[in-house]
Each structure stands twice: as structure tokens, then as C-alpha cells.
């Protein structure tokens, strides 16, 4: 009996021993958390013109829609430099979220998709460390008058090269619908 007794104690202490030791990473796993997004801001200049498109959800997923607004009708026949900004307002002062996705460009994408008649035409302006399309800056161009829709779709972790948002895959960051015209 007095054998068993000792063994079990050894093996308590053994087991407690190994169970402690310095080989354990008491530090957990950095995860990258999915950016908040609130407000997605376009801004198109043409020498003096300036519109800006804007949507604003402050409550997220809460009761309240996007509040969407456009400051003024496109021109026919014109090539508008755009610039995307992204931001986070909950915070104070708004965290700029354009400047992360511009670091973590390889792993982010802009895609521009017009809809229902809408005339124009969008190129890339900027890229990702490897020439792949990143999209927080472009160029719009205009055709003839018409009305529609253009959407604005961030992509997190898409496939690169792609075709468009079709065959990116990835993850939706945020998506922006706009309504515009064309005189």
C-alpha cells in the first residue's frame, strides 16, 4: 500500500510539475477584428464641380436606415476623379478607416457596380502592393443623360486578380447605394 501511495503522490507532483510549465503561451491568439463602418463618403471633382455622395448609419443594425444623400446631378461628357473615404463615427474624433484598408490593400478591394440605365463608366486609379485593383481612388466617367444607380462595394479578404465582384468572393465591409442623374 505505501508503494501505490508513493507513486501517486509522485505522479501528482510530476503531472502538476508539467502542468506548469514555461512551455504554456499564456498570450491568446490575435484575431483582426472586422472594421466598423458608419459612413461611407465618395467625393467627384471635375475642375471646379464637386459632388459628394454620402451614407450615414450611426445606429448600424439599429431601427434607423442609412441617411443617403447627393449633393447635385452629374454632367454628360465628363471624367470625375473619385476618392472613397470610410469612417468610423462612433468613435470621437471619427476613426478614418480609408487609411486601414489602404494599409491592408492586398487584403481589399472596391468594386463599382452602375445599374438601371445608368451611363457611366468607372477605371481604378490606385493599387495594391502587387498591381492589383484596390479602388479608393478612381476615375468616373460620364456618357448621356440618364438616371440610375451606382453601388459601392468594399470587399474584405477578395480573390486577386478578379473579373469584378461577381468572382472576388471575400467578404462585404460595406455596401453603398446611390441614386444619381445625369444631365
Known amino acids: 500500500m505505501k508503494t501505490n501511495k508513493f507513486q501517486l503522490t509522485l505522479f501528482a507532483i510530476i503531472f502538476t510539475f508539467i502542468s506548469c510549465s514555461k512551455d504554456d503561451?499564456?498570450?491568446?491568439?490575435v484575431v483582426n477584428e472586422e472594421e466598423v463602418i458608419t459612413t461611407l463618403e465618395v467625393t467627384l471633382t471635375?475642375?471646379?464641380?464637386?459632388i459628394i455622395m454620402k451614407t450615414q448609419d450611426l445606429d448600424g443594425d439599429g431601427p434607423n436606415p442609412p441617411v443617403v444623400t447627393v449633393s447635385g446631378n452629374l454632367t454628360s461628357g465628363i471624367v470625375?476623379?473619385?476618392?472613397?473615404?470610410?469612417?468610423n463615427e462612433l468613435e470621437t474624433p471619427a476613426e478614418d478607416i480609408t487609411e486601414e484598408?489602404?494599409?491592408?490593400?492586398?487584403?481589399?478591394?472596391?468594386?463599382?457596380?452602375?445599374?438601371?440605365?445608368?451611363?457611366?463608366?468607372?477605371?481604378y486609379s490606385n493599387f495594391d502592393s502587387t498591381?492589383?485593383?484596390?479602388?479608393?481612388?478612381?476615375?468616373?466617367?460620364?456618357?448621356?443623360?440618364?438616371?440610375?444607380?451606382l453601388t459601392f462595394t468594399l470587399r474584405h479578404e477578395p480573390t486577386k486578380p478578379n473579373s469584378g465582384l461577381v468572382d472576388a468572393g471575400g467578404e462585404?465591409?460595406?455596401?453603398?447605394?446611390f441614386n444619381i442623374?445625369?444631365?
Open 131 to 149: 498591381g492589383n485593383n484596390l479602388g479608393t481612388q478612381f476615375k468616373l466617367t460620364t456618357g448621356s443623360a440618364s438616371s440610375g444607380r
Open 25 to 29: 503561451d499564456p498570450a491568446p491568439e
Open 80 to 87: 470625375y476623379d473619385g476618392a472613397i473615404k470610410v469612417l
Open 181 to 183: 442623374t445625369i444631365d
Open 172 to 177: 462585404t465591409d460595406v455596401e453603398a447605394t
Open 46 to 50: 471635375s475642375g471646379s464641380s464637386t
Open 101 to 123: 484598408v489602404e494599409e491592408e490593400s492586398d487584403e481589399h478591394q472596391f468594386f463599382f457596380t452602375p445599374g438601371g440605365g445608368l451611363d457611366v463608366t468607372t477605371e
